[in-house]
Each structure stands twice: as C-alpha cells, then as structure tokens.
C-alpha cells in the first residue's frame, strides 16, 4: 500500500477556489487510478473524483462535474484537485486513495479539511 498525504484544504468563501494535492510514495503510483473521496460531518465518506493511470480518463461525481478537476503528475507521485466555484455543501474532509474505477481500495490517511463559508 502506497502511503497518501493530503495537503491544500483551508477556509474559503463560497465561489472561490482551493487546488488539493496528494502526495504518494512508492514505485506503484504511476500505474495506479488515483480518486478524490470526502466525508462532510455526519454523512458517509463518498466519491468526487477519479483519474486512471495515464491521465486519460477522468471521472466526477454529479455534484462537482464542470467545477472540480482531477489531474496527476506521475513524475512527482502527485495527484491534484483543483476546486472552483465552491459552495458550502463542498465542506468536507477530502481524502485521497487508489481507486479502481471510483472504487477505493487503500487505507485511509488523515485528509485534509476543506471549509466553505457563506
């Protein structure tokens, strides 16, 4: 199992902008899909986004299609989440994990919150 940190949350007004980024070790990385997953307080943990190894496919959730990106840099075991047009329902911790498909299949690291005021 590659290790994964989360690292870009913060504090932002809705309709802005945060880039997440997720940090991995190990050799399996590059030949990995790679999927963004967030759990807002008091609901389960569900799916945002995916990428698969190559960068050539991506996939979102309904709810964040046409405002999130899912990108990756396999040269720095790098995979990002770039979040646009925020709103206070996007409020969640945000975890990354090897995927298959928009199935995770890690262990889960600490993720990193993301808060969105009004």
């Known amino acids: 199992q590659v290790p994964l940190v989360e690292s870009g949350g913060g504090l932002v007004q809705a309709g802005g902008s945060l880039r997440l980024s997720c940090a991995a070790s190990?050799?399996?990385?590059?030949?990995?899909?790679q999927g963004w997953f967030r759990q807002a307080p008091g609901k389960e943990r569900e799916f945002v986004a995916a990428?698969?190894?190559?960068?050539?496919?991506?996939y979102y959730a309904d709810s964040v299609k046409g405002r999130f990106t899912i990108s990756r840099d396999n040269a720095k075991n790098t995979v990002y989440l770039q979040m646009n047009s925020l709103k206070p329902e996007d409020t969640a911790v945000y975890y990354c994990?090897?995927?298959?498909?928009?199935?995770?299949?890690?262990?889960w690291g600490k993720g990193t919150l993301v808060t969105v005021s009004l």
């Open positions: 990428i698969s190894w190559s960068g050539g496919s991506t």
């Open positions: 190990g050799r399996t990385f590059s030949s990995s899909g």
């Open positions: 994990n090897v995927v298959q498909g928009t199935r995770a299949l890690g262990g």
